[in-house]
């Protein structure tokens, strides 16, 4: 009795809830092509059965309404995501710049720029199935040291296509790449990738992505969490890597045999939690290059009255680090740190300006995080020291003798780099400065000293704004942003830097301002307005 009263209680329990299914989904439908009040009666029926109320009939009617009068047929999507694709996000930023820099030599002469400037970035990155990533970036511009476009340079770009023009625009592949994660511990990328070491602006531009492989580790013990990082980057293409002495192509030497040059990167460090607002970094990296590289073509002297002879870039010269200079031309000048290149009008690439011989560096980058009441603070350095710097400047000495009868001093103790700052920001804006944080009212401001000598660092890859990308100077730098909104940051950065040692050239070659060697005094002045997502 009791199993056969619970059975037809259960029917009448389920007949209930299934007549009122019928009627929601039957005044549904009837939204779809009858009026509203043809589904009056059904609604009517249900509510003096006892199985709706009279609100949620009419909350059911009201929902019909709505339906009928927003009856829009609804698309199936296009759009099609192999299902090898986890996760898909577009991220970015849109930038707008004024910028005063200026740059004097050691004569009183000086050079100054005031640009407004653009730039945009945008890619999308996400998760691949069986623990891979992607990711890929679209920029602005082909320097790798900058994404950055002046307004109106159509006017004095190649080719010309007067005012308002696109000329100097262009969109460019900042970041691709492919990552691999099988462990928590482990992951591993090859590409065109966002910078995998734990680094500082005073060794690596920021807007550099080197190009090759990166393994990265990492291993927790109690509050110290371990980290390795390695690095194969390829610095350049030396195809072809051998050519037969038959004279197939004319503008390579014949018998040339070289080797790819790779940037060869090793770091180990930890990031230990001294308690739950205090914790410190610190890392120590070791790089090294494989070779030097080619030019593809020779170095002529130009004879009187030609242009200066055109070379490639010379990462596999010597460096010598004493470039072209404004008051170089014709004959070299009458003070130290000039270049005594023919007819003085050579790019810093073809000045030996960018030389990668006799680098084998060591870095430690340390960051001490803590908190001052409810504001966030950061004390962090950056020390450097090549281990072949004495070889550096032998060769650069060497080197400046044999190929233009230049006499430099050797002076074999300019081999080190060294960065000290400080760091405020309310809450989490720390980083808000180079926006890998936002929120609306968020603010940070910092301040450095920094001391490059001539023969410590790769100059390819020092910061090209701080301070102009240059050895042999030393100065301060200070920022502070805003965080307008969410998504908008305002921001100030200035930098104030002078020669250290006045017998050396301000070794290195940037694209903004190539003809100044030495810098014997450098400003620096930025107004961001950066729109984030």
């Given at each position: 009795?009791?199993?056969?009263?619970?059975?037809?209680?259960g029917?009448?329990?389920?007949?209930?809830?299934a007549?009122?299914?019928?009627?929601?989904?039957?005044?549904?439908?009837?939204?779809?092509?009858?009026?509203?009040q043809?589904?009056d009666?059904?609604?009517?029926?249900?509510?003096?059965k006892?199985?709706?109320?009279?609100?949620?009939?009419?909350?059911?009617?009201?929902?019909?309404?709505a339906?009928?009068?927003?009856?829009?047929?609804?698309?199936?999507s296009?759009?099609?995501?192999?299902?090898?694709?986890?996760s898909?996000?577009l991220?970015?930023d849109v930038?707008?710049?004024?910028?005063?820099?200026?740059?004097?030599?050691?004569?009183?002469g000086?050079?100054?720029?005031?640009r407004y400037?653009?730039?945009?970035r945008?890619?999308?990155?996400?998760?691949l199935a069986d623990?891979?990533n992607?990711g890929?970036?679209?920029?602005?511009?082909?320097?790798?040291r900058?994404p950055?476009?002046?307004?109106?340079?159509?006017?004095?770009?190649?080719?010309?296509?007067?005012?308002?023009?696109?000329s100097?625009?262009?969109?460019?592949v900042?970041?691709?790449?492919?990552?691999?994660?099988?462990?928590?511990?482990f992951?591993?990328?090859?590409?065109?990738?966002p910078?995998p070491?734990?680094?500082?602006s005073?060794?690596?531009?920021t807007d550099i992505?080197p190009?090759?492989?990166?393994e990265?580790?990492?291993?927790?013990v109690g509050?110290?969490?371990f980290?390795g990082?390695?690095?194969?980057?390829?610095y350049?293409?030396?195809?072809?890597?051998?050519?037969?002495?038959?004279?197939?192509?004319?503008?390579?030497p014949?018998?040339?045999?070289?080797?790819i040059?790779?940037?060869?990167?090793?770091?180990?460090?930890?990031?230990y939690?001294?308690?739950?607002?205090?914790?410190?970094?610190?890392?120590?990296?070791?790089?090294?290059?494989?070779?030097?590289?080619?030019?593809?073509?020779?170095?002529?002297?130009?004879?009187p009255?030609?242009?200066?002879?055109?070379?490639?870039?010379?990462?596999?010269?010597?460096?010598?680090?004493?470039g072209?200079?404004?008051n170089?031309?014709?004959?070299?000048?009458?003070?130290?740190?000039?270049?005594g290149?023919?007819?003085g009008?050579?790019?810093?690439?073809t000045?030996?300006?960018?030389g990668?011989?006799?680098?084998?560096?060591?870095?430690?980058?340390?960051?001490f995080?803590?908190?001052?009441s409810?504001?966030?603070?950061?004390?962090?350095?950056?020390?450097?020291?090549?281990?072949?710097g004495?070889?550096?400047?032998?060769?650069?000495?060497?080197a400046?003798?044999a190929?233009?009868?230049?006499t430099?001093?050797?002076?074999?103790?300019?081999?080190?780099a060294?960065?000290?700052?400080?760091?405020?920001?309310q809450?989490?804006?720390?980083?808000?400065?180079?926006g890998?944080?936002?929120?609306?009212?968020?603010?940070?401001a910092r301040?450095y000293w920094?001391h490059?000598?001539?023969?410590?660092?790769?100059p390819?890859?020092?910061d090209?704004?701080?301070?102009e990308?240059?050895?042999?100077?030393?100065?301060?730098?200070f920022?502070?942003?805003?965080g307008l909104?969410d998504?908008?940051?305002?921001?100030?950065?200035g930098?104030?830097?002078?020669?250290?040692d006045q017998?050396?050239?301000?070794?290195g070659?940037?694209?903004?301002?190539?003809?100044?060697?030495?810098?014997?005094?450098?400003?620096l002045?930025?107004?961001d307005?950066t729109?984030r997502?």
């Amino acid at each position: 009795m009791m199993n056969r009263r619970a059975k037809c209680i259960g029917v009448g329990q389920f007949g209930k809830w299934a007549i009122g299914g019928a009627g929601v989904l039957a005044s549904l439908a009837l939204a779809g092509g009858a009026s509203a009040q043809s589904s009056d009666p059904l609604l009517n029926a249900l509510i003096k059965k006892g199985i709706l109320t009279e609100d949620e009939a009419k909350s059911i009617k009201a929902e019909a309404d709505a339906a009928q009068s927003n009856n829009i047929p609804v698309i199936p999507s296009k759009w099609k995501i192999s299902d090898g694709i986890k996760s898909v996000e577009l991220f970015g930023d849109v930038r707008f710049r004024y910028e005063y820099r200026s740059a004097s030599d050691p004569s009183g002469g000086f050079l100054a720029m005031n640009r407004y400037r653009y730039a945009l970035r945008f890619g999308l990155r996400g998760d691949l199935a069986d623990d891979f990533n992607y990711g890929f970036r679209l920029e602005t511009a082909a320097n790798p040291r900058s994404p950055w476009v002046t307004f109106g340079s159509s006017t004095t770009g190649v080719p010309y296509q007067g005012p308002f023009g696109k000329s100097t625009a262009g969109v460019n592949v900042g970041e691709i790449y492919l990552g691999w994660h099988p462990e928590d511990w482990f992951d591993i990328t090859v590409g065109k990738m966002p910078q995998p070491l734990y680094t500082t602006s005073m060794v690596w531009d920021t807007d550099i992505n080197p190009e090759g492989l990166a393994e990265r580790f990492h291993y927790k013990v109690g509050e110290a969490n371990f980290f390795g990082n390695f690095g194969q980057f390829i610095y350049q293409d030396t195809d072809p890597t051998s050519l037969s002495a038959t004279g197939l192509v004319p503008s390579i030497p014949s018998g040339q045999g070289t080797r790819i040059p790779v940037l060869l990167a090793w770091q180990a460090g930890l990031v230990y939690q001294i308690e739950t607002n205090m914790s410190f970094k610190v890392a120590t990296t070791l790089y090294n290059y494989t070779s030097h590289g080619q030019n593809t073509a020779q170095r002529v002297p130009p004879l009187p009255g030609n242009p200066p002879a055109v070379v490639g870039p010379g990462f596999s010269d010597t460096f010598v680090g004493e470039g072209s200079s404004l008051n170089g031309a014709i004959t070299p000048a009458p003070y130290s740190g000039y270049s005594g290149y023919p007819n003085g009008q050579f790019s810093g690439f073809t000045t030996d300006q960018t030389g990668i011989n006799d680098l084998l560096i060591v870095d430690v980058p340390f960051e001490f995080n803590f908190k001052i009441s409810t504001l966030n603070a950061k004390i962090f350095s950056d020390i450097a020291e090549n281990l072949n710097g004495h070889e550096r400047a032998n060769a650069a000495v060497a080197a400046a003798a044999a190929q233009d009868g230049l006499t430099i001093p050797l002076h074999q103790n300019q081999d080190k780099a060294y960065q000290f700052g400080v760091a405020i920001g309310q809450h989490d804006g720390l980083g808000l400065v180079y926006g890998s944080t936002l929120k609306k009212g968020m603010w940070e401001a910092r301040a450095y000293w920094q001391h490059i000598e001539q023969y410590a660092l790769d100059p390819n890859l020092l910061d090209s704004d701080f301070f102009e990308g240059r050895g042999n100077l030393q100065g301060v730098y200070f920022a502070t942003a805003y965080g307008l909104s969410d998504n908008i940051i305002a921001t100030l950065r200035g930098g104030y830097a002078h020669r250290i040692d006045q017998q050396l050239g301000t070794g290195g070659s940037n694209q903004d301002m190539p003809w100044v060697n030495p810098i014997n005094r450098y400003e620096l002045m930025q107004v961001d307005l950066t729109y984030r997502f």
